[in-house]
């Protein structure tokens, strides 16, 4: 679970970064962002009905913040962001979002290269 200070919680705050944020669609997530001046990157998720039923829902939530926890350490920048599921998620493999979540990462250019924040083996 990302710690307290790392999550969006108010409604008020949704609605600010999805009226005046930049939004990528995909698949399975739609992203919404804002810049941050300062402090961590802040992660908020939203899953509709349409996603399902209850279970579905919560699947789909955690996926959306296992995706999100994995590219975290490569944002250049702080940023408020949104995850929004879309009604595929629930039925989707980690790494299908993941991997959708990346290329909507870098289609808005919040990304560092390949290697950044990531350990292991060096190329």
Known sequence: MLPRHERLTRPGAFRAIVGRGRAYRGRYVALFFLPRSGGPSRLGVSVGKKVGGAVERNRAKRLLREAFRAEKPRLRGSFDMVLMARPETA????????????????????????????SGASV
């Open 91 to 118: 039925r989707a493999r980690l790494e299908s979002v993941r991997s959708e979540l990346e290329t909507l990462l870098r289609r808005a250019r919040v990304l560092g290269s390949e290697h950044d924040g990531r």
